[in-house]
Nanobody
Framework: VQLQAFGGRLVQPRGTLRLSCAAS????????MGWYRQAPGKQRELVANIFIGGSTNYADSLEGRFTISRDNAKNTVSLQMNSLKSEDTAVYYC???????????????WGQGTQVTVSS
């Protein structure tokens, strides 16, 4: 199984950015998918996650600026980021809780990370 995240780049404050992550492999079903971020010198933190039924959970600090979505048919998860601030600068990682074909259990998989830099 591979999780490929992309979309990170340099963006100006108050700008917008959309991250996407695609899971591939012998996937039977994906339970929850999410985005985490890690800023320099800080611990990795949850940004948002979304469950197979569509329910979502966001970090309180986002103040409603980000929106997570998923496409269950394509095994993708996206993060729409609006009104970006310098404190959003971090490496963003996607994570998915996946049950493989032929398996009876779920396991968490991580993507490789994509750099988001918010700066003028």
């Amino acid at each position: 199984v591979q999780l490929q995240a992309f979309g990170g780049r340099l963006v100006q404050p108050r700008g917008t950015l959309r991250l996407s992550c695609a899971a591939s492999g012998s996937i039977m079903i994906i339970s929850d998918m999410g985005w985490y971020r890690q800023a320099p010198g800080k611990q990795r933190e949850l940004v948002a996650n979304i469950f197979i039924g569509g329910s979502t959970n966001y970090a309180d600090s986002l103040e409603g600026r980000f929106t997570i979505s998923r496409d269950n048919a394509k095994n993708t998860v996206s993060l729409q980021m609006n009104s970006l601030k310098s404190e959003d600068t971090a490496v963003y990682y996607c994570k998915a809780n996946i049950r493989l074909t032929g398996s009876s259990t779920f396991r968490h998989y991580w993507g490789q990370g994509t750099q988001v830099t918010v700066s003028s």
